[in-house]
């Protein structure tokens, strides 16, 4: 069974450009999320998908960054415009059921520079 | 608040050592879940374990064991017989059952290095 997958893998824009960071759950997990590691710092929660519906988006920095999941299967998180604080390890997570108690499983990340 | 602290950035030992990772958490819920993952450098995240707040058994998984205690608020990961493969990072995370929450509350880290 395939894992967490993200994409890309590193990407490095100038400040102002988009940006758009992509995920791919474990197949039939219904919850998804998104984390963020910047330089040294503990790794945050930005967003939870349950299927297509932001279940919690509490974490999300500001309104240049917007996540989606249509469908309910796949994740685009987009950010618009980057500054360069935005630097740092996005990391996406899937798990299967509902609840504190699920593990989640986490994809390699994708590591955004920001110029 | 909840809050995840791993004091320990980094620590080097020499390969065939024993080493424990420290993490100590603040929960205002009486229900949750801790969890530690690994980070190796390919650099994604690798579960460990998960334990409920309501077993504090200590878990063994061949040269890891975890130690669980809830009067001091910790749940530290030891390695015996420490191997070069070892070396990675280590988180200890969080989770509550308060409101329904289903977010991770993650610890700074502890970069291991093993040497051989």
């Known amino acids: 069974e395939a894992g967490v997958t993200q994409f890309p893998s590193h990407s490095v824009i100038e400040k102002g450009q988009t940006v758009t960071l992509r995920c791919d759950p474990i197949?039939?997990?219904?919850?998804l999320y998104w984390y963020r590691r910047v330089m040294g710092k503990e790794i945050k929660f930005l967003l939870h998908?349950?299927?297509?519906?932001?279940?919690?988006e509490s974490g999300m920095p500001n309104n240049r960054f917007l996540a989606e999941r249509t469908g309910g299967t796949y994740s685009t998180l987009k950010v618009q415009p980057a500054e360069l604080e935005d630097s740092g390890v996005y990391f996406c997570?899937?798990?299967?059921?509902?609840?504190?108690?699920?593990?989640?499983?986490f994809g390699p990340g994708t590591r955004l520079t920001v110029l | 608040a909840q809050k995840v602290t791993q004091a320990q950035t980094e620590i080097s030992v020499v390969e065939k050592e024993d080493v424990t990772l420290d993490c100590v958490y603040e929960t205002r819920d009486t229900t949750y879940y801790l969890f530690w993952y690994k980070q190796p450098p390919s650099g994604e995240l690798v579960f460990l374990i998960r334990r409920n707040s309501f077993d504090e058994q200590n878990e063994i998984s061949g040269r890891y064991s975890w130690n669980f205690q809830k009067s001091t608020s910790s749940f530290n990961f030891t390695i015996t017989a420490s191997q070069v493969v070892d070396s990675a990072v280590y988180f200890c995370?969080?989770?509550?059952?308060?409101?329904?929450?289903?977010?991770?509350?993650f610890g700074q880290g502890t970069r291991l290095t093993i040497n051989p």
């Open positions: 995370a969080l989770s509550e059952a308060f409101q329904g929450a289903q977010k991770l509350v």
């Open positions: 197949s039939g997990h219904d919850n």
């Open positions: 998908f349950v299927k297509e519906s932001k279940q919690d």
């Open positions: 997570a899937s798990s299967q059921g509902w609840g504190y108690t699920d593990t989640q499983y």
